[in-house]
């Protein structure tokens, strides 16, 4: 159980272009999923929190008119790059949660969505 | 602010060979402590997680690690390393008392072994 899933896998696209990269739980339900960015050889930066029905909550210094988060059911968040650029290149991972099931508050991770912007 | 530190950036061992990963948090509260590995281009794959009760937690693919409250650490641990277990480790921290927490984690620790 507690699978995440994220579409595409890869992904590149010329600088002014918008990309939108889904993720799904694919075998629970997910009030909360979290995004967030690697760069090349360092940890994960939470960008932001989606809540399920809300509006998302963006960790500081993170355009939210840039990465556009929707979570419109309990099983789907998308994340849209909006106008991209070269420097938003990098390896975008969500992750999960059901707290109703699960009080310790354990995320599942997708797999990752590779972005090239050229 | 809750914070994480894993303090080798880079660790070889031979296969076979035992192995500990070094994981130091910062919290006020009880903290969840969780590790995570990371294999090149992949997401993260949950190893195990601290929550409360038995200090000594039992993890997947044979991984252990010590929840040591005095030292504010949680090392993972492996007696024996396989060729498969290089990868890149993530030590993290979760808050125990709120409801829409997020985690923070630790700068990582890469796994390199050696034949």
């Known amino acids: 159980g507690a699978v995440v899933s994220q579409h595409p896998s890869r992904v590149i696209c010329k600088s002014g272009t918008s990309v939108k990269i889904e993720c799904r739980s694919l075998?629970?339900?997910?009030?909360?999923m979290f995004w967030y960015r690697q760069f090349p050889k360092q940890s994960l930066m939470l960008m932001a929190t989606?809540?399920?029905?809300?509006?998302?909550?963006?960790e500081q210094g993170v355009e939210k008119d840039k990465f556009l988060i929707n979570h419109a059911s309990l099983t789907l968040s998308t994340l849209t790059v909006t106008s991209a650029h070269p420097e938003d290149s990098s390896f975008y991972i969500c992750?999960?949660?059901?707290?109703?099931?699960?009080?310790?508050?354990?995320?599942?991770f997708g797999p990752g969505t590779r972005l090239t912007v050229l | 602010a809750q914070s994480v530190t894993q303090p080798d950036i880079h660790i070889t061992v031979s296969e076979g060979a035992s192995l500990e990963l070094r994981c130091n948090y910062s919290?006020?509260?009880?903290?969840?402590l969780f590790w995570y590995v990371q294999s090149p281009g992949q997401g993260l794959q949950l190893l195990l997680k601290?929550?409360?009760?038995?200090?000594l937690v039992q993890g997947i693919k044979g991984f252990e690690a010590e929840f040591k409250r005095s030292q504010s650490s949680f090392n993972l641990r492996k007696p024996s390393v396989h060729w498969s277990d290089a990868a890149e480790y993530f030590c993290?921290?979760?808050?125990?008392?709120?409801?829409?927490?997020?985690?923070?984690f630790g700068g990582g620790t890469r796994l390199m072994v050696k034949p």
């Open positions: 989606s809540n399920e029905g809300s509006k998302a909550t963006y």
């Open positions: 993290a921290v979760g808050s125990a008392n709120n409801a829409g927490n997020m985690l923070t």
């Open positions: 601290y929550f409360s009760g038995d200090t």
């Open positions: 919290y006020g509260a009880t903290p969840y």
């Open positions: 992750s999960a949660r059901e707290p109703a099931q699960d009080i310790t508050d354990t995320q599942y």
């Open positions: 075998d629970f339900q997910a009030t909360t």
